[in-house]
C-alpha cells in the first residue's frame, strides 16, 4: 500500500492569496500547499479521499491514471469542489467512478452539482454513482475500509481506517470509542492547523497529544495554516516519529 498525500493544506490553501508572511513567501517546496487530500494505491487499487479545488492538478502532477472511488470526509468546499473532475476518469475508464460518504455528505453533493444528478443530463458532465456510508467498516473492491466519527467543531466528519493506515482529517474531537478503532495504527496521518486555538481543528499541541495517546510508529500532520510558520523551523520541534506532511510525499508500508 501507497498513501501519497496530494494535498496539505488547508481551505485557502497556501501560498494564501494577497499574504506575504514568510510561509506565503516561502522558496522551500514544503511551504506550498494545495487543499487537504490523500491518494492511496492499494494492491493496484486506486482511491482518493476528498476531491478538493486543487484535485485536477493534483492528480496531473503525481500522474494518476486510474482511480476506482473517491471517498469524502465531509462537504466543505475545501474537500469536495474538484469533484466534475472526475469526467477525466470516466473517459479513460469508460465507467461511473463510485463515489462513498454519509448521507449528509451525498445530498449536499447532489445539491451542489444538481446538473450531474439531474434526470436529463447534458452529455459530457461526469458520471457518479452515490453509495451511502454510516459508521460501519465496509468494502470496496475487496479492500476493506473502517470510517472513524470524529468532530470538526459540531459537524460529523469521517476519519478513514485502512490496514495500518488511518487518516484523520478536519476535527478538533475524538471519542474513547471512536479511539479504540485507531489504536495499533502504524501510520497516522492527522490535522494540525495552526499554533493557536481554533474553534473546528486541531491546534499543533492538540495533535501532539493525541498522537501521545495513539502512540503510532509515524505520525505526519496535514491541513496545516500558513500560520503553523516554516516547514522547516515547525519540524525542529517535532520528535522524529512526527513529521509536517508535505504536498507529494508517498507514504509506503
Ligand atoms: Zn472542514
Ligand atoms: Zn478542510
Known sequence: MIATLLG????????????????????????????????LDIDGRSFVVDTGPDFRQQMLRT?????????????????????????AYNF?????????????????????????????????IPRIQLNEISNEAFEIE?????????????????????????????????????LEKVYGTQILVLD???????????TLDQAIALVERIQPEQTYFVHMSHKIGLHREVEKRLPASIRLGYDGLKITM
Open 8 to 39: 496539505t493544506g488547508t481551505s485557502s490553501g497556501v501560498p494564501l492569496i494577497g499574504c506575504a508572511c514568510e510561509v506565503c513567501r516561502s522558496i522551500d517546496f514544503r511551504d506550498k500547499r494545495l487543499r487537504t487530500s490523500v491518494h
Open 63 to 87: 500522474g494518476i491514471q486510474r482511480l476506482d472511488a473517491v471517498l469524502f470526509t465531509h462537504e466543505h468546499k475545501d474537500h469536495t469542489a474538484g469533484l466534475d473532475e472526475v469526467r
Open 92 to 124: 479513460l475508464q469508460g465507467k461511473d467512478v463510485p463515489v462513498y460518504a454519509h448521507k449528509r455528505v451525498l445530498s449536499q453533493l447532489q445539491t451542489e452539482y444538481a446538473y450531474i444528478f439531474a434526470e436529463k443530463k447534458y452529455p459530457g
Open 142 to 178: 475487496g479492500v476493506l475500509f473502517t470510517p472513524i466519527d470524529v468532530l470538526h467543531h459540531r459537524l460529523p466528519v469521517f476519519g478513514y481506517r485502512i490496514h495500518n493506515f488511518t487518516y484523520l482529517t478536519d476535527l478538533n474531537y475524538i471519542s474513547d470509542e471512536e
Open 192 to 202: 494540525a492547523l495552526q499554533i493557536e486555538p481554533h474553534i473546528s481543528h486541531f
